[in-house]
C-alpha cells in the first residue's frame, strides 16, 4: 500500500493489523519534555481515531502542539513473531459523535454495553469529550519478525 509518506511493508495486512483491539501508544510534547500515553484507537483505513475529554488533559495538550506519533504493535516471543505500525502527524479535536464512540467501545468491550462500567459515564454521559484524530503524513508499518 503507498501513500504518500506511507511505507507499508510489503505482505503487510495494515488494515487488518490495525483492526485488532490492540492499544496504541501515544507520544506528545509537553512543555516538560516527551510523554508517551496508551490509547484505544479506531483505524477506518485513511486515519486514527480516539476519545479524549477533560479527564485526560489532552486536549490542551494538542491546542499548544498537534504534533504527534503512536505506535501500534505486537511482540509474540514464543512463535517470533514482532508487527509493528508507527505513525506522524498533526492531532485535530472533533466533536464527540456517539456512532463512533459506540464501535469504539464495541471493539475494545463488547456489545454490551451494559459491561462497560465507567466508560458509559466518562464517555457518553461527558459533555467534554471529544474525538481526536489523525490522519497520519508519515506511516511505517513492517513485520520485523525473527522466525
Known amino acids: 500500500m503507498q501513500r504518500d509518506g506511507w511505507d507499508v511493508g510489503e505482505g503487510f495486512d495494515l488494515n487488518a493489523f490495525l483492526a485488532q483491539p490492540l492499544v496504541a501508544r501515544l507520544a506528545t510534547s509537553h512543555a516538560s519534555g516527551p510523554r508517551v500515553r496508551p490509547i484505544w484507537y479506531q483505524f477506518d483505513g485513511m486515519a486514527f481515531w480516539w476519545i479524549t475529554g477533560l479527564w485526560s488533559g489532552l486536549e ?17 516471543l514464543t512463535t517470533g513473531q514482532v508487527l509493528q505500525v508507527r505513525a506522524r502527524g498533526r492531532a485535530e479535536l472533533r466533536p464527540f459523535d456517539a456512532g463512533r464512540a459506540q464501535r469504539w467501545g464495541e471493539h475494545y468491550l463488547g456489545s454490551d454495553r451494559n ?9 457518553f454521559e461527558d459533555p467534554a469529550s471529544r474525538f481526536v484524530y489523525l490522519r497520519p503524513t508519515w506511516l511505517r508499518a513492517r513485520d520485523l519478525s525473527w522466525r
Open 60 to 76: 490542551d495538550v494538542l491546542q499548544r502542539d498537534p504534533r504527534v506519533e503512536l505506535v501500534v504493535d505486537t511482540c509474540d
Open 115 to 123: 459491561q462497560w462500567g465507567r466508560f458509559v459515564s466518562s464517555v
